[in-house]
């Protein structure tokens, strides 16, 4: 490929396919051994994510001017792994969720002082990559890595000492511990920093490099805390990293180069300032969980007016990129202009958000019938989500915490007299079909925003039929039975394929509970007006859940009812502008 940032980005998306290869096959000898043990496969395995990782730093130090193939040890050590058989890999969050960039634990290395006489450690599943980054970065030995193991607050190590064979025996080394994070409790690192401490390894040698210097969130024990506290710590996030100025290309350099301007101003939107441009005061905002928010901004050249989001580095991106591309020529969503190393760039829609806007029920399931109807027919599902039961059980466990176990006792009698059906088609749901994310446009058309991710996003639900979307509009809009049968026929008669009205009647509770527990979370943390949006809304879905069970007395599946709302259904055209609640 020539050199520019269309290269450097195939050469992270390059290394984060081979991260994911060799964290998987290191997994697999975890699960056979029952602990993390040096082995020649591991050892190849490192080595070769250390020389993609040179390759990487090669073209972040020449500004992405570089050409020409990897290095040849690469293919070589690729070649020396035993892929036979199949392993299990994972998506890593920070690359397809929050804008975390290998070269960012690059330039953390470079700053941190560290030098070849550190012993680097990275934390699976992504930490091994990113390590590997940090060893190029400072000329250190290809890292080991360990898979902390238990309770997600209270993990543990099980790892043969040798794995770190003769540093331990170094009084001058230092210790390098790698991952995304810290999360909600930070155990992952506490217990790589308590299983060093158990081999005599004082704190004060541990270099701990994070994705974010905000410290273990408040699930964090007395004694994670203080290990945080006294270890040193590296970080370079996205703004340090990006800047304009360095000597690397800078963010709106990317942007500028894929609309073609070099007048280009960005401003952050990301963690919900997007209100701003759509809705001014922040008396009608709707609320926004800042948690699953992804890094946004807004950029402007001249009289072109452009939305800048991240969607993913290497294949995550592209897949989500060229589903953009696909919605916007069936007329659903934005203009795209391009993919710029983990960015989409798309053209800024003008117009009202749909809570704002004056939309007839009939033209609002019109429009989802086909929208709901193309995505059910175009966007099989990539990657599995979660079953039937699991669903049942999350929505079993937030009733219990919202509504008390009474309410949760109901829930799941009704679960359990509900017919399973026989056949799912899981496809890449929509699943946010709140009305501030559609926008009716100056010219009238009404555009689907942030509609490529949500069944990939870092919660339980995953790709389901488009029964759940169904159920999703149904709440959103508290469509009555008539206009959801409708909703259901509009689907139909695009597809030729049957919606399963026992499924959408199923997902109903589950959606409700699901929403319920997202924004009671998010209501947690914020600041005082955000908490009363956030609490307002899930206070809205409890008492829609509460309302669903009060008419679930008969405990009828909803198949039974099924044929009547059919015949409901064919009036409905003819229906007033509102729908009946």
């Excluded at 020539?2 to 998306?13: D, E, N, Q, T």
């Excluded at 017919?419 to 749901?429: A, D, L």
């Excluded at 339980?460 to 029964?467: R, S, V």
């Excluded at 044929?563 to 409901?568: E, Q, V, Y």
Aim: proline letters at 5%; charged letters at 20%; glycine letters at 10%.
């Amino acid at each position: 490929m020539p050199s520019g940032i269309g290269r450097h980005a195939a050469l992270v998306g390059l290394f984060i396919k081979a991260s994911e290869l060799v964290q998987g096959l290191a997994d697999a000898e975890f699960e056979a051994n029952g602990t993390d043990r040096i082995s020649p496969q591991r050892i190849v395995g490192a080595n070769l994510l250390v020389g993609l990782a040179r390759d990487v730093g090669r073209s972040w130090d020449a500004g992405f001017a570089i050409d020409g193939p990897v290095d040849a040890e690469v293919p070589r050590m690729l070649a020396e792994l035993d892929c036979d058989g199949e392993i299990l890999i994972g998506t890593a969050e920070g690359y397809a969720h929050y804008a975390l960039y290998p070269e960012s634990y690059f330039v953390a290395a470079r700053q941190s002082g560290l030098d070849a006489n550190t012993c680097v450690i990275g934390i699976r599943s992504i930490g091994l990559g990113l390590a590997a980054m940090v060893a190029a970065a400072i000329g250190a030995p290809a890292p080991v890595s360990v898979r902390p193991a238990g309770h997600p607050f209270r993990r543990r190590l099980a790892a043969d000492p040798e794995l770190i064979g003769g540093w331990r025996t170094r009084p001058s080394a230092h210790f390098a511990v790698v991952d995304e994070g810290p999360g909600l409790s930070g155990s992952s690192f506490h217990a790589v920093v308590t299983w060093l401490q158990a081999l005599g390894i004082g704190a004060r040698r541990f270099h701990l490099f994070p994705s974010h210097l905000g410290g273990p969130g408040p699930e964090a024990s007395a004694d994670g805390r203080e290990a945080w506290t006294v270890c040193q710590k590296h970080t370079a996030d996205f703004e340090r990293t990006f800047t304009a100025g360095s000597a690397v290309p800078a963010l709106r350099d990317w942007v500028a180069r894929t609309i073609g301007s070099t007048a280009v101003k960005l401003t952050e939107t990301s963690a919900g300032e997007w209100r701003h441009l759509h809705y001014g005061s922040q008396d009608h905002w709707p609320p926004v969980h800042r948690g699953f928010e992804r890094r946004k901004f807004f950029a402007s050249a001249g009289r072109e007016k452009w939305s800048v989001k991240f969607v993913g580095l290497g294949e995550i991106g592209m897949h989500k990129a060229e589903t953009a591309r696909r919605l916007h020529v069936a007329g659903f969503g934005p203009d795209v202009a391009g993919l710029c190393h983990g960015f989409l760039v798309e053209r800024w829609i003008d117009g009202t958000t749909l809570d704002r806007a004056r939309l007839s029920t009939g033209k609002l399931v019109a429009h989802l019938g086909c929208y709901l109807a193309w995505r059910a027919a175009n966007l099989p599902a990539s990657e599995p989500g979660a079953s039937l039961e699991a669903l049942a059980a999350m929505a079993v466990q937030n009733t219990n915490e919202a509504l008390g176990e009474g309410r949760a006792t109901e829930l799941r009698n009704w679960f359990s007299k509900q017919v399973p059906p026989k056949t799912m088609q899981r496809v890449e749901i929509d699943g946010r079909l709140h009305p501030w994310e559609f926008i009716l446009s100056r010219s009238g058309t009404l555009v689907k925003t942030d509609a490529l991710d949500h069944c990939r996003s870092h919660d339980l639900i995953g790709c389901q039929d488009i029964a759940w979307d169904i159920a999703g509009a149904r709440v959103e809009y508290s469509l009555s039975d008539a206009a959801t049968a409708a909703l259901c026929n509009a689907v139909e008669a695009t597809t030729s394929r049957p919606v399963d009205a026992n499924l959408v009647h199923y997902y109903e509770p589950c959606y409700l509970a699901f929403q319920l527990g997202l924004w009671s979370m998010a209501a947690r943390s914020g600041d005082d007006r955000e908490q009363i949006r956030l609490t307002a809304a899930a206070r809205r879905y409890a008492a829609a859940l509460l309302r669903f069970l009060e008419c679930q007395g008969d405990l009828r599946p909803f198949d039974q009812h099924q044929s009547s709302l059919r015949s409901i259904s064919a009036s409905f055209s003819r229906m007033a502008a509102t729908s009946s609640r």
